[in-house]
């Protein structure tokens, strides 16, 4: 399965983006996706995650409130619906998808629990 992150780019302090990340290759439908952002200079951090059938849902500290994942399994689409954009955000974001399906672990927040990566999309937020 390939993934592939869309719907980066440049917007304003307090702006708004959506994220896909879209399978080819196969099909996620049946996995756990998380998203990841990577800064210039950081480590890659744990954003948001769901589970296979969206009924479970985690985000990290710093995008509660703000940040909104969701997927449409019959388009095999997952969404990061992001709201009032900061400066820090200002990343490239990565989503992935778990290596087994129907699982969620306690482990949705770390690297390991992702078997399939896509291709980041910047984020730049100006303040």
């Known amino acids: 399965v390939q993934l592939q992150a869309s719907g980066g780019g440049l917007v304003q302090t307090g702006g708004s983006l959506r994220l896909s990340c879209t399978a080819s290759?196969?099909?996620?439908?049946?996995?756990?996706v998380g998203w990841f952002r990577q800064a210039p200079g950081n480590e890659r951090e744990f954003v948001a995650a769901?589970?296979?059938?969206?009924?479970?849902?985690r985000y990290s500290n710093s995008v509660q409130g703000r940040f909104t994942i969701s997927r449409d399994n019959a388009k095999d689409t997952v969404y990061l619906q992001m709201n009032s954009l900061e400066p820090a955000d200002t990343a490239v974001y990565y989503c992935?998808?778990?290596?087994?399906?129907?699982?969620?672990?306690?482990?949705?927040?770390?690297?390991?629990?992702?078997?399939?990566w896509g291709q980041g999309t910047l984020v730049t937020v100006s303040s």
């Open positions: 769901i589970n296979w059938n969206g009924g479970i849902t």
């Open positions: 290759g196969g099909s996620f439908s049946k996995n756990a």
């Open positions: 992935a998808a778990a290596t087994r399906i129907y699982v969620f672990s306690s482990i949705y927040d770390r690297s390991s629990f992702y078997g399939y």
